[in-house]
């Protein structure tokens, strides 16, 4: 008990989208300032322990230099390259030692890998990404008291965080996989630079987030449609660029692009949508999976994803005014 995690993916907020878009970089130097407040925010809030993901590029050491700590702090071993497959790894470890809450800094992207490491983590997800749907925008100050709050039971987890959706995806082949925010079916054929930035080939979204405000692929679903991350459901889009019924949204940070819309409608938890290849399937964003001619993939909605911390209401829990 009093265990807070934090990861960190040190490759976000550095993707294409720098070149394509107007996405501003999050620097190594933010990355450790914002490490740094994370860890000071958790021991004010009674963590005994904090384990930090480590990287090659040393953010959590850089963080915690002559950092007067009342803590224990361990650093997990770096891994031999920063990837996705770290982020998991460092999840799954975290789980594996019963760690009370984590604080994740990334975008979509990273809290999908945290996700798929430690399915229903009790999670603070900060915002440090390209799009940043899934996260929010807190400051890493009072997200590592809220963490550390949850994780020495000074406040109830059941009280103060939502389950987060999942969309399920089963390939024909028998693997499996899953996204937080929307699948995606392109015309693509190769997964390339990864990350999607253009509208040209989507052909269907399915997203669990539609909500206004949102900058990313959801977006195109949120100006259709409204869904609530904390209500249950998700909304299926199907995109036709030669469609007569057309609108405007920000795929990426400062890019705007016209989708043509066949269709949407809302899905319960529990509805799947079956994507037919070829194409290839993008997640929380990234191009991820080639999907070939004749095969297949179904996406399901879930209830069964990361517990999400709400900060200010295990703020206000632990102040006595909840």
């Not at 984590?102 to 900060?126: F, N």
């Amino acid at each position: 008990m009093g265990t807070v995690a934090i990861i960190v993916n040190p490759a976000a907020g550095k993707d294409i989208r720098r070149l394509v878009a107007e996405a501003s970089p999050v620097s190594d130097a933010s990355k450790v300032g914002t490490l740094r407040r994370a860890v000071i925010g958790a021991m004010e809030g009674g963590a005994t322990r904090v384990i930090m993901s480590g990287d090659r590029r040393g953010l959590a050491e850089r963080a915690i230099d002559r950092l007067e700590a009342s803590a224990e702090i361990e650093i997990m071993d770096a891994p031999a390259a920063d990837s996705a497959h770290s982020t998991r790894e460092a999840a799954a470890l975290c789980r594996s030692r019963r760690v009370g809450a984590v604080v994740v800094l990334g975008g979509d992207g990273t809290h999908r890998d945290v996700a798929k490491g430690w399915r229903d983590a009790p999670i603070v997800a900060l915002s440090t990404g390209t799009n940043n749907v899934f996260p929010r925008p807190h400051e890493a100050t009072v997200a590592g008291e809220a963490a550390a709050l949850v994780a020495t039971e000074k406040v109830p987890l059941a009280a103060v965080t939502h389950r987060a959706k999942t969309i399920d995806v089963q390939l024909d082949d028998g693997e499996n996989d899953l996204g937080l925010v929307d699948v995606v079916l392109t015309n693509d054929r190769f997964t390339a630079a990864r990350a999607v930035w253009s509208p040209d080939g989507v052909r269907e979204i399915v997203a669990t987030i539609a909500e206004p405000g949102s900058v990313g692929l959801s977006a195109i679903a949120a100006a259709v449609a409204h869904q609530d991350r904390r209500a249950p459901g998700a909304v299926h889009v199907r995109c036709d660029p030669n469609a007569a019924s057309r609108v405007r949204a920000p795929i990426a940070p400062g890019l705007y692009a016209s989708i043509g819309l066949m269709s949407h409608h809302h899905l319960e938890a529990g509805d799947s949508v079956t994507f037919e290849g070829p194409g290839v399937l993008s997640f929380d964003g990234e191009r991820d999976r080639t999907l070939g001619a004749d095969r297949t993939a179904t996406a399901t909605i879930r209830i069964d994803g990361p517990r999400v911390i709400d900060v200010g209401r295990a703020l206000a829990w632990a102040s006595g005014r909840e």
